[in-house]
């Protein structure tokens, strides 16, 4: 069910309730007030009536009774609110509610009326004529007197036919609660209607924003309408998706800013400082993998060591700074020349390992050695005038070594080789 439906529902009930019982009681109120003013008149007059009618005659049966006194009471004066309406109200059918019309020829009340020794004389419908009232009944008995002299009993008891004014009356006052039942739920739906679709508004708002903060956008806003609490929902609604939206950005900021150090951090870790290459962990690392690589596809893999000739002599006679830049330099022409899928690296000292995935040995050693020849060929001088630099490099091929590693060794041995037949030169083998 509708938020709008259980306003509206709500508002009814509670506006025919509270119609029905405010009307509800006042017209029961009425009622009774209007029965027991008519009754006080009615047994008043009656009691007149009796003794006016018992003083004319002198006894009951002295003008037939009933019949007498029934006319003796029509010549009399009726009781207020019992004269007959105007001819053209008699034409106009009764008001709505008015029940059974008031019979034109009966007395407006029927008093139960006994003699002097409680025989009844008018039963009014509860005793029959002659019997004898009852004790209990008695006690309520008013006397009538003639000349000083009780002469019969009136009981209060008996039956009360309203006014047509005072039926005019209740009905009226009948159509009022009806037309108070009606306003009242005209409005509760006119009440609801307004109601939820504020309600409804601010709520449909409040729903779209937390789907779209669900899907990802944080920063939302719902309009503020008013000062209630629906109102106050909102605002703190829309306080929480900014704070909600700015902490998000913020943990964004130093995740990112995190993640940059991290990156920078693992790149520091992979690198020489000095010459900016790879180190040895990485190469290491990376040596594996593309020997994993080169055995599982069945691709060729070469791996090259290169050494700096004298490097120590280049240390001691030129200084220190001098061999670092040295190595720079070395390892600036390595890098330069080298495509991306090639691996290079400062092994330690000045020893530099080199890994071509996807290269057979002749085309490795002779990279190596336009390498070496590049190296040799560098205008060091502009370093240090007596500079020279000349690099020795083994090269090896065969993935029947095993692991990366023992390729390696491999390529060292023909490094050795190299040094041992001269430097300045690249050995190699399949
Ligand atoms: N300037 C500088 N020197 C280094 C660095 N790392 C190692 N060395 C030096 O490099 C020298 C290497 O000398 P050796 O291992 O004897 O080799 P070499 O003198 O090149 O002799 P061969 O390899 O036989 O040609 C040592 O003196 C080390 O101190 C560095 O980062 N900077």
Redesign the pocket.
Known sequence: MSLRTKFMLALLFTGLAAVAMVGGLAYAGMTKKVDSLRRERAAEHFHASVTAYLAQYGSWEANRGKQGFDAFMRSRAPLAGDRPPPPDDERRPPPPGAGRPEPRDEPPYHFILADQEYRVLLGAGVYNHGELLPEAARKNAQAVEVNGRVVAYVSPEGVITPSRQELQYLAAMRDALWFGVAGAAVLALVLGVLLSRGLGRTLGHLTGAVRAMHGGSLLQRVPVEGKDEVAELAAAFNAMSEKLARTHEELNASHQTILTQAEQMRELSVRDA?TKLHNRRHFDEQACTLFSHAVRHKRPLSVVIG???????I?DQFS?AT??AV?RQVGEILRSHMRLSDLVARYG??EFVIAFPETELPQAAALCDKLRAMIEAFPWHQVHPELKVTMSMGVYADLAAGTAEAMLQKADALLYRA?ETG?NRVCFAA
């Open positions: 000095l050494d700096i000739d004298f490097f120590k002599k240390n220190h061999g670092d190595l000292g000045e040094k430097r």
